[in-house]
């Protein structure tokens, strides 16, 4: 059996695509980063840097990011573009 080929990605693009993502659904939802932040028990900086592609998420607080936004971390994951 062939080992499978894996493209490199890049990390940045990758933050700054979720950002994009968690910021459209946001905006979507007329929603303050304050408020989802609060919601989702992260710190307000740190939401606003993972907006903004500045931070990585783990999944368990992307679940509370979701939770937060009344979506799922599966409809703002298909959001990210590559």
Known sequence: MRKPQVKPIDEGKV????????????EEKGV???????LS???RTFFG???RG???VSVYNL?????????TP????QRIKL
């Open 32 to 38: 303050s980063q304050e408020l989802v932040a609060e």
């Open 15 to 26: 933050k700054q695509s979720l950002g994009l993502a968690i910021r459209s659904i946001r």
């Open 49 to 51: 840097n993972l907006e």
């Open 41 to 43: 028990g992260v710190h």
């Open 74 to 77: 599966i409809e703002i994951l």
């Open 63 to 71: 679940y509370r990011i979701a939770q937060a936004l009344e979506t």
């Open 54 to 56: 500045v931070h990585s």
